[in-house]
DNA sequence: GATGAATGAGGTTTCATTCAT
DNA sequence: TATGAATGAAACCTCATTCAT
């Protein structure tokens, strides 16, 4: 953490709040910066500019350029994950819960289209223990969308390798940041639910035969 | 370009081979270490010591860091889509034809695992001609899907929009490097078979209500 | 100085006298910081966090990092002066007065070997004004420990440069911080003696013949 | 080590002495440089200027800041134990051992004054491997000194700590750099026989009572 | 064809210090 | 008295690239 953590004794909310807004902001323009030019073109400098801010100043509120990409990745996953947690309780058809987490992913991350872009760009750079706590926030979530599909596949007696589809299905969904356009693709919630179909169905329609 | 183009004008065949061979070498090294350590992260020393060659040496066979990353990426489409031409022609089948685009897709890249993850990575760093260069020939071989995908929906009278699938699909298929693990994953041509099941399947079940 | 030192004129003798407890207290911090990581190495934050309190707060009690190192040395020396003045005047048998500052020195700086330590390895760092005043104190101690052997000499009509006397038993004495251990070693007083007696036997005894 | 070490395959003498005649000059600009303002005080751009050479230019001999001091430390060492092994064989007389390790030291440093203070003044700024082997190479030569004055004690039956007396001496001809002044004081080698005459004088004249 | 040696530009990070509150 | 927040300067080091040989 940044210096303020050394110092940071009190719970006075007033101070404390300031700081994490502070944070909060930076993360922002660390998010777009990191999305323009990638993590590794993208230079403290650049970040300080778009802050309006010293450079040494920056380093108030964290260690490291590489704990900036940590801190964006680790907020992303909790977000949308505790966005899964709320929504998912609704239903209990396993069907209408595997829409559920691709309608939740979808739109989160296309409401920060920026940041799904670092996210899935930034993939390996994360070393040391930042590095493997993110790999496991990802694999966890990974497994959450697996067990849902597990879910289904029991459900109704279908036959496909939910690891797979988990996969392809992931690949279809992160690469949406490279052509998703607002003016002329589908609004979010409907993507989902076009992207829903074609994999629903697709497994629908071909069980019994092959299976993948 | 390298000093080498004076004498490649010359068309001395002998040098031109050995030249060509080299450079091959140059590039494959350049592909793994990419891949390992990222564009940005993998530095021209690092390549000297895969090449066993000195910095300057290096120099001999390209202009900078850049181009090597042009010359990876060129070549990698100019071949996927030969041997594309190759295949496509024998048959006219549109299910067919984007059977074919996928298993050649996935099957070509798959066997360059490595060179489809800088692909995939390194989207955006080449720029100025280079740049756009890369960029019209992967629009290019993007559109050629799309294609392929629209004389489907003709000849079958389907309803979908060909770009929203072409890009779910590549999603799937590009991301493939990130999980893809051939002890345990199906062989290339059966998981292309996999692939394109969930999506024809997908895109044939839906048909008459929904459209993506 | 610091701000305090608008204070410090008024005579008001209950604040004079907290500051300087607290200024004796953060003095003590930094002589440990700057024995175990050298001047340099040791940072204002490191002192900051040894006394608990803010870096800007240090900043009331001296307004330079330079002049902690100053106030350190300058008081180390008073106090052994000090000490000296006091002891000193007991006798005027010059062997017994050599032996007393031999004891002076080595009891007062085992006693805070850390304090030591600074004086012998920050040497040159106390540039300007500071570093002269230092200069002109270190010179006169030297100088009298150089006077001590004088008297010896004289009074016995002894042979031996005391300069090079005083040096050699400074060096020897100086270093001391490096080797000793007070769970193996003789305890202040006794290597004191065995010190003296070295010199001081070395001395008479190669009287007559060569001298140093 | 520096950049030039991946790539020196050869033995061609002609470049690799080349190399290291560059390298050695280097090391006496840092040495000096080392000398004047201390390690932690002195820059890399202070010796790149007294280098006449980039920055960058300098990395090309070595890695770090940190390795200059080791290679000056270890380089000290080395040439210091290999003259007095030259040395030692001649005598068997266990006083004459002690007389010449002294002379060695002495004179040998007193060439090197400025090495001696970087020297004596950097002692625990090297850290990690490097801190350990210049610690073990220091470690050993003192014991050698310890070890004659060890051989001296029993040939002669007295009575002392070869240890205290080790340290006192090393105390004494360690502290020369601050003080010896070629101008005023004796050559080195008289110097030398001055200082082995007050510690051996000592011994002699002490033995039977205290020891130290 | 190939290399040893060199460089300018730029990278991230740390430091002592300050000032409004 | 004390602090949170900020800063300019400078630190070490790495990089892609070049050029005489």
Redesign the pocket.
Known sequence: MGV?AT?A??GQTR?RS??DR?LARILEHATNIFCDKGYER????DLSRACA?????L??YF????RLLYLIEKELFERVTELLDQKLPATTDPEQRVRLFIENHITFFLAKQKAMKVLAQEDDVLTGNMGSEIAAIKRDYYRRCTELLEELRCAKGLHFKSRSIAMALFGAMNCLHTWYNPKVDSPPRLLAKEISDIFLCGVYAKNGSASI
Chains 1, 2, 3, 4 share one sequence.
Do not use: H, Q
């Open positions: 303020a110092t004794v009190l101070r300031r700081f502070r993208a230079s403290m400098r801010m010293s450079l040494a100043g380093y108030y260690d490291s350029k590489e």
